[in-house]
Each structure stands twice: as C-alpha cells, then as structure tokens.
C-alpha cells in the first residue's frame, strides 16, 4: 500500500483527523468530501466534534484498505489546500 502523508493505518482503516477554526468550517470540508465520494461511489466513514473532523476509509466490499481508499485520501487532501 502506498504512503500517504498524515494518513496512518489505525484497525485495518486508513485514518487521518482534520482540524479546523470552527464548526461551519469543519462541515463544509465534509461537504466537499461526500460530493467526491458520491463520483467515486466510496465513501468513508467519517465523525464530526465541533471543529474537528476524523476520517477513516477501508473497502467494506473487501474489508481492507484498496486503491480506492488511497485515491480519496488524496482528493481528501486536496480538499483541505
């Protein structure tokens, strides 16, 4: 599997926290991400705490980290610039 940087595999999931000035922030970034999810139809498990947000992706169809995680944690990133 390919190393993204700031992700870290954490119970077979690829993981990373965001954190952000306030909450509208921190749920705009989940907007941003759901309409990338939709395109690829993967989407990641993810949780909100006012502004901070966790992301963890895994292929459910799999049960394991795939390609298709690693390519949205690089969109994911690109979010975030």
Known sequence: ????????KID????????F??????????T????ESEKMNHHPDITIS???V???LISHDINQI???DTDLA???DKLTI
């Open 66 to 68: 795939s390609e298709r």
């Open 50 to 52: 006012y502004n901070k």
């Open 54 to 56: 966790n992301i963890k």
């Open 1 to 8: 599997m390919e190393e993204i940087q700031g992700w870290e």
């Open 74 to 76: 690089k969109k994911i």
């Open 32 to 35: 941003k991400i759901a309409l």
């Open 21 to 30: 000035i306030n909450f509208i922030e921190a749920f705009s970034f989940i």
């Open 12 to 19: 077979g999931k690829l993981c990373k926290d965001f954190k």
